[in-house]
């Protein structure tokens, strides 16, 4: 539910995370060495094109995806219109584009266990170290499983809020949240003591 | 252990949810969400350590593509996104606010915890965030640091309110605030 994934299967879940990993990393570097409006605007319509190969969905999705650097755009236009440098100002907002989607394809197309797998090789050189690996899947699992629960709970102390006042709450409802999670951290961490065996 | 692992992670699904809040406008029209302040709130509740490791959990997973950041973001995307430098500097800005917080046991928790998320929710959040920006961008360091500006009042607000919290907390419950035991 929490992952951020096409909407359909493709055949780029089928390439390893590590090649596609390796590629966005060179793809990343070798981008900020472009210095032509004309080549970067054709690389990003390349990475479009070749997400609508996929299907409208697809692309539709990953349009949405960049949405968020909307506001980075506008300040980055409005300096530029100011300082008379569009030219440059354009330069910047493509690659910027780019860059963002070409993560967004990798991250959508592999399969969150992938990305982890290769998050603890890099890490292996910890286990070395005083480090829990137990105790570190164990804070991954109860986040994943927790982040729904406190969002829900979010959401009813946000609707208490708004029946009770008649007005839309803000930060009138952190501490109640704060409280509760408080409150769960008691519950939680008595039943792990009761259940589990993790080393300590 | 397992409370302070238990803590960690449910800060992190906290500060998640403090993100995926409904935002508020400033007058200068800059949208602002309340997930930094669950940024601050990790560092001057949970203390140092304990602050700075939930938020590293939450970048961790944001970074492994779950789409918790504010404006529902997530994966490789926003490591090569303008606020890369930001997002960086969150496990910093914890750590300094919560040893801060709990290095001044001495005056009132509002008045530490302020102190805390100032310096480290903002002063030091920004010298990442400015950096960052400069370099994605292609900006030198003060014109980064002009662009910025634009987050500062609501960032100030929200150290106000962090403190407010972390102090009504304090009364509250005073064994929950862990920065001060």
Same mark, same amino acid.
């Given at each position: $539910?929490?992952?951020?994934?096409?909407?359909?299967?493709?055949? #780029?879940?089928?390439?390893?995370?590590?090649?596609?990993?390796?590629?966005?990393?060179?793809?990343?570097?070798?981008?900020?060495?472009?210095?032509?409006?004309?080549? $970067?605007?054709?690389?990003?319509?390349?990475?479009?094109?070749?997400?609508?190969?996929?299907?409208?969905?697809?692309?539709?999705?990953?349009?949405?995806?960049?949405?968020?650097?909307?506001?980075?755009?506008?300040?980055?236009?409005?300096?530029?219109?100011?300082?008379?440098?569009?030219?440059?100002?354009?330069?910047?907002?493509?690659?910027?584009?780019?860059?963002?989607?070409?993560?967004?394809? &990798?991250?959508?197309?592999?399969? $969150?266990?992938?990305?982890?797998?290769?998050?603890?090789?890099?890490?292996?050189?910890?286990?070395?170290?005083?480090?829990?690996?137990?105790?570190?899947?164990?804070?991954?699992?109860?986040?994943?499983?927790?982040?729904?629960? &406190?969002?829900?709970?979010?959401?009813? #102390?946000?609707?208490?809020?708004?029946?009770?006042?008649?007005?839309?709450?803000?930060?009138?409802?952190?501490?109640?949240?704060?409280?509760?999670? $408080?409150?769960?951290?008691?519950?939680?961490?008595?039943?792990?003591?009761?259940?589990?065996?993790?080393?300590? | 252990?397992?409370?302070? /692992?238990?803590? !960690?992670?449910?800060?992190? @699904?906290?500060?998640?949810?403090?993100?995926?809040?409904?935002?508020?406008?400033?007058?200068?029209? !800059?949208?602002?969400?309340?997930?930094?302040?669950?940024?601050?709130?990790? *560092?001057?509740?949970?203390?140092?350590?304990?602050?700075?490791? @939930?938020?590293?959990?939450?970048?961790?997973?944001?970074?492994?593509?779950?789409?918790?950041?504010?404006?529902?973001? *997530?994966?490789?995307?926003?490591?090569?996104?303008?606020? !890369?430098?930001?997002? !960086?500097? %969150?496990?910093?800005?914890?750590?300094?606010?919560?040893?801060?917080?709990?290095?001044?046991?001495?005056?009132?928790?509002?008045?530490?915890?302020?102190?805390?998320?100032?310096?480290? *929710?903002?002063?030091?959040?920004? /010298?990442?965030?400015?950096?960052?920006?400069?370099?994605?961008?292609?900006?030198?360091?003060?014109?980064?640091?002009?662009?910025?500006?634009?987050?500062?009042?609501?960032?100030?607000?929200?150290? %106000?309110?962090?403190?407010?919290?972390?102090?009504?907390? %304090?009364?509250?419950?005073?064994?929950?605030?862990?920065?001060?035991?």
């Amino acid at each position: $539910m929490l992952a951020l994934r096409y909407p359909q299967q493709t055949w #780029l879940e089928k390439i390893p995370a590590s090649l596609k990993m390796a590629l966005l990393a060179i793809a990343t570097s070798g981008i900020f060495f472009i210095d032509s409006t004309k080549i $970067m605007f054709l690389l990003f319509v390349a990475t479009i094109s070749f997400q609508f190969l996929f299907g409208w969905q697809i692309l539709k999705f990953s349009l949405g995806l960049l949405k968020p650097l909307l506001p980075f755009v506008a300040i980055i236009a409005f300096w530029h219109l100011f300082t008379g440098d569009l030219t440059q100002g354009l330069l910047i907002i493509l690659r910027l584009f780019l860059i963002f989607n070409l993560a967004n394809i &990798v991250t959508c197309s592999t399969n $969150m266990g992938e990305i982890s797998e290769i998050i603890e090789k890099i890490l292996s050189p910890l286990r070395f170290t005083k480090i829990n690996i137990q105790a570190v899947s164990l804070c991954v699992i109860i986040f994943i499983r927790f982040t729904p629960i &406190v969002l829900e709970r979010h959401k009813i #102390l946000h609707l208490a809020y708004k029946c009770r006042s008649g007005k839309r709450p803000s930060w009138q409802i952190i501490l109640p949240l704060i409280l509760t999670v $408080m409150d769960d951290a008691d519950h939680v961490a008595q039943s792990l003591r009761s259940r589990s065996n993790l080393k300590v | 252990m397992e409370k302070k /692992i238990v803590l !960690v992670s449910l800060f992190a @699904a906290l500060i998640a949810v403090l993100g995926l809040a409904p935002k508020v406008m400033l007058a200068s029209g !800059v949208p602002i969400t309340a997930q930094s302040m669950g940024i601050m709130l990790c *560092g001057t509740v949970l203390g140092a350590q304990r602050g700075a490791l @939930a938020v590293l959990l939450f970048i961790t997973l944001t970074a492994l593509g779950l789409p918790l950041l504010s404006g529902g973001r *997530g994966g490789l995307g926003v490591f090569a996104s303008p606020s !890369v430098g930001f997002i !960086v500097g %969150f496990p910093l800005a914890a750590f300094v606010a919560g040893w801060i917080t709990s290095k001044l046991k001495l005056i009132n928790v509002f008045y530490s915890s302020l102190l805390g998320a100032i310096i480290g *929710g903002i002063l030091i959040l920004y /010298i990442p965030g400015i950096v960052g920006m400069s370099i994605m961008l292609d900006k030198s360091i003060s014109e980064a640091a002009l662009i910025a500006l634009i987050y500062l009042p609501g960032d100030c607000i929200k150290a %106000f309110l962090c403190a407010m919290l972390t102090h009504t907390l %304090f009364k509250l419950r005073p064994e929950n605030v862990l920065s001060r035991i």
